[in-house]
């Protein structure tokens, strides 16, 4: 068994999912709980779940591992990246890659939730552009972020990426290396079983909250 006990979070991918997809890829024996995004579900966390669990910094996504009890998404990629020797041996290009990654998910929050959602999406575009650029000359030859090796952060670059070409899929048209990344990521074992899963809540779950701005809905779930 992993140890893994649970992990919790709000019913949609946002940065919960990196964690659950580092889970799968590695078989773990784990449990997922998750509370709705509805006022109902809000009710439930904010009522009185939230403060009743032993957690330090109380937040969504958290993750329970026997005695660890986790919260803030970061810790937890680094956390199953250490438990799963999934961290990069290049520390330094790591915490790079990380920052990038995690930069992209901030930007997808910041219009997502934003009232301005139409009026945001240019400047959103044009820092996509540019990102994807550099991600290019950064990945190289691949065939993952730090060759060989699957790390944590490609699973948070994956997801990152994978939500930013769903809110604007014409940058993505000629990016064949980053396409091709994100092909290959979605390919490795276990993850592609669960995509092709009709239990897959990537069917279900939109990626963020379906009260904001911009949910970013299944392409076959409607508002």
Not at 190 to 199: L, N
Request: glycine share 8%.
């Amino acid at each position: 068994s992993s140890g893994i006990n649970a992990e919790y979070g709000w019913g949609i991918r946002a940065l919960g999912e990196p964690a659950r997809l580092i889970l799968r890829y590695v078989d773990a024996d784990w449990t997922e709980t998750t509370i709705p995004p509805t006022k109902e579900g809000a009710g439930m966390w904010f009522g009185g779940l939230k403060h009743s669990l032993g957690l330090d910094f109380p937040n969504l996504p958290y993750l329970i591992d026997g005695e660890v009890k986790l919260t803030e998404s970061t810790a937890i990629y680094r956390y199953l990246g250490r438990k799963y020797d999934l961290m990069p041996d290049d520390v330094i290009r790591g915490d790079l890659a990380e920052q990038l990654v995690t930069g992209l998910r901030t930007y997808i929050t910041k219009i997502a939730y934003s009232g301005e959602f139409e009026k945001s999406k240019p400047r959103f575009i044009t820092m996509i552009n540019t990102r994807l650029a550099e991600f290019t000359k950064f990945l190289g030859d691949g065939p993952f972020l730090f060759g060989e090796k699957v790390t944590y952060i490609d699973f948070m670059a994956f997801e990152f990426w994978e939500q930013c070409r769903r809110l604007n899929p014409d940058s993505f048209k000629d990016m064949d290396v980053v396409n091709g990344y994100l092909e290959r990521v979605a390919g490795l074992p276990r993850i592609k079983e669960w995509f092709e899963s009709e239990d897959c809540t990537r069917n279900t779950y939109s990626i963020n909250s379906p009260m904001c701005a911009w949910p970013g809905f299944p392409e076959d779930v409607k508002k």
